[in-house]
């Protein structure tokens, strides 16, 4: 029988002489619980003697354990049900990553077991005395998410995916492969000139001679005529996977799962003088343990993305891989290497024109690692390659996937720009009354855009795995899909690192987008800045949640946080969520969000000197967003006086969400909740 040490009777003794600063030993408890084999919550109440509790504590040795297999699956609903079949669904099929896909399906199908969790007597390092084990004779069931597969599947109501459209996700079919997936995409010449040409004209292409690489995928194929392959800059194919000749350093990386599915770190992170701390589930022991990744505490503060992180590693047909070897020194003034990634998407998804299948899937994946004194400007760009909404289009899922791992002493910048699915319909906020007779009214315009069955995903694993390294990311996401969900996750691991995640979500139509960080402070003295902003208008709704861990091995750390959101309509809705935990001591931490529309002060002003109403909220929406595109590399700025540059493609999606019609609220001024 399992021992139980969170007993109402000495949890209450130890707490109350810890509030007036004692700490109790073994020896000082009272005879009650010093002389009991086992702290056991009994709910016997107070006044409980000792042959009671030794009475009751002798009736839970005698219950039987359950066979926990037979509960398994005994809380499924039928909608958790659907979930995971829609999950199966995306596994079939063939994999090309060898040893990573492998390995990622070992983990994806090998269940969690059911078992207690140990207990530590009073006096042991990791004793706490916060318990989660269940009573004796309860039957131990899996995490929610856990019944059928070996990573947390989505889950309606599950903490990672609240207000997000998970019916509209999982009632979608996207269980095709593009066609040949695995194989390298050959073009003829003319097709060569004509997808460049769509290329430069949609701001995902950098010339030669102005970056170190350019790799372009088509539904997930690698396609060489549009690519310039470098040392540093190279496709990684199913041949380099099978040969065995891809170093071990490669693979181990490739095979990390976000939210601590992976348990040991990235790196060592020093602890004292001679210590180093490498495992995640253990860290800020032992009372506030981050959790083993299994446990539903965990899983209640994880983004969700281990599931498509594995998903994507037994998917994936090819790998982008950027790998800047160690320099001796750098200059501020030196230009950075630029390397552009590209994944642009057809109408079809891939599929063959006269496929009668309902929808495919393609899963990008690019691995980033930087040694020791280097500099990297990394771009990932996501567009449409033809009309999105296309006659022949079917649903689309991207599944992406992005590690980035920072040597000592490197900066890496990174670009993330998201302009897939098209523009949205405008004034969907407007009802029949609202419009002329016999006009179409635009909300059921936007019902029937193609691209709002399509969905993208990314997560983003950062490791900073040396003394100093720095990260800073610029992430827009500007497209029409109709879910888009991008997840970072930042571990700063090694003393003096910084990270700075900057963020835009643009949403408008019937959207839902979702953006997700974790920034994890694990070293002594490591700082980060994140600033996000969202602009939601029309009947979408548009979601950020927040977290940042500062661990108590991450002493003097200074970190900040601020989300901003906007609210363009009355239909719209916006949810913020940024949170902070703070194990640490000796530490400097600020966050904060707000909600509102945009001033009617500063609208009144701007109105006053002549500038119409319409022209005012473009100006004061552009504002808004322009200094994150400042975190954007400059060569996938393009030309002011460009109609195509990336402020002018910005511009033009802020029009389409500008608001229609008189606002019902008095004043126009939203409140946070």
């Not at 056991?40 to 107070?46: D, K, Q, R, T």
Request: a negative charge; hydrophobic letters at 35%.
């Amino acid at each position: 029988m399992m021992q139980y040490r969170n007993s109402a009777l000495s949890l209450l003794y130890v707490t109350s002489n810890v509030a007036n600063g004692f700490v109790p030993t073994l020896e000082s408890l009272p005879p009650a619980i010093r002389e009991s084999s086992l702290f056991v919550a009994i709910g016997l109440g107070p006044g409980a003697d000792e042959d009671q509790i030794q009475k009751t504590v002798g009736e839970a040795e005698d219950i039987p354990e359950p066979d926990h297999e037979l509960f398994r699956d005994s809380r499924l609903s039928d909608f958790d049900k659907q979930c995971d079949a829609w999950y199966a669904s995306l596994l079939t099929g063939d994999s090309f990553l060898g040893p990573v896909s492998e390995e990622a399906s070992r983990r994806i199908k090998t269940l969690v077991k059911l078992e207690r969790q140990p207990v530590y007597e009073i006096g042991e390092d990791n004793w706490t005395p916060y318990q989660q084990n269940i009573l004796p004779g309860s039957p131990i069931l899996p995490s929610f998410g856990l019944e059928q597969y070996g990573l947390p599947i989505p889950r309606k109501n599950a903490e990672a995916w609240r207000q997000f459209d998970v019916p509209g996700l999982v009632g979608t079919d996207y269980s095709s492969d593009p066609s040949e997936i695995g194989k390298e995409l050959v073009l003829d010449k003319a097709q060569v000139e004509t997808y460049e040409g769509i290329l430069k004209l949609k701001g995902a292409w950098i010339d030669d001679e102005k970056c170190s690489g350019r790799l372009v995928y088509i539904n997930g194929r690698y396609t060489p005529s549009l690519s310039y392959s470098t040392e540093i800059a190279k496709n990684l194919s199913e041949k380099d996977f099978a040969s065995g000749n891809l170093s071990e350093e490669i693979i181990q990386n490739m095979n990390r799962l976000t939210d601590g599915f992976t348990d040991r770190l990235a790196a060592d992170v020093p602890s004292g003088e001679t210590e180093f701390l490498t495992s995640q589930k253990t860290l800020s022991g032992p009372n506030h343990h981050v959790g083993d990744a299994n446990s539903q505490f965990s899983i209640n503060n994880q983004a969700g993305t281990a599931c498509f992180v594995a998903l994507n590693s037994v998917k994936a047909g090819a790998v982008a891989l950027v790998s800047v070897p160690s320099s001796e020194g750098y200059s501020e003034n030196q230009p950075k290497p630029v390397v552009l990634v590209v994944n642009a998407i057809t109408a079809d998804g891939g599929l063959q024109a006269d496929s009668k299948q309902a929808g495919s899937a393609s899963h990008p994946r690019s691995l980033v690692m930087t040694e020791e004194n280097t500099r990297l400007s990394f771009v990932q760009s996501f567009i449409d390659l033809d009309d999105a909404n296309d006659a022949r289009a079917k649903p689309k899922l991207v599944n992406g996937c992005t590690q980035i791992f920072v040597g000592a002493g490197s900066n890496v910048t990174h670009t993330y720009l998201q302009e897939t699915g098209g523009i949205v319909t405008g004034g969907v906020e407007l009802t029949e009354k609202d419009v002329e007779e016999g006009a179409e009214v635009p909300r059921d315009i936007e019902s029937k855009r193609k691209s709002l069955l399509d969905t993208h995903f990314e997560s983003i694993d950062v490791q900073l795995i040396g003394d100093d390294g720095r990260y800073e990311c610029g992430v827009m996401g500007l497209g029409g899909t109709g879910r888009s969900r991008i997840s970072i996750s930042t571990s700063l691991l090694r003393p003096r690192t910084h990270a700075s995640v900057n963020g835009l979500m643009l949403a408008g139509g019937a959207q839902r987008t979702d953006m997700r960080t974790n920034i994890h402070h694990i070293a002594q003295g490591t700082t980060s800045r994140q600033g996000q902003k969202n602009m939601i208008g029309g009947r979408a709704t548009g979601l950020f949640k927040g977290r940042i861990r500062v661990e108590q091995s991450a002493q003097q750390t200074d970190s900040e946080q601020l989300a901003r959101s906007i609210l363009l309509s009355d239909k719209s809705k916006a949810w913020a969520t940024p949170s902070l935990e703070i194990i640490a001591d000796d530490v400097m931490c600020t966050h904060g969000a707000t909600v509102s529309d945009l001033s009617e002060e500063e609208l009144f002003y701007l109105r006053s000197r002549g500038i119409d109403r319409t022209t005012a909220r473009n100006i004061l929406m552009y504002a808004f967003v322009d200094d994150v595109a400042s975190y954007i590399e400059p060569e996938m700025c393009g030309d002011k006086d460009d109609p195509f540059s990336l402020k002018n493609r910005v511009i033009r999606r802020l029009q389409n969400l500008v608001p229609q019609g008189e606002k019902e609220l008095v004043g126009g001024e939203f409140q946070s909740v």
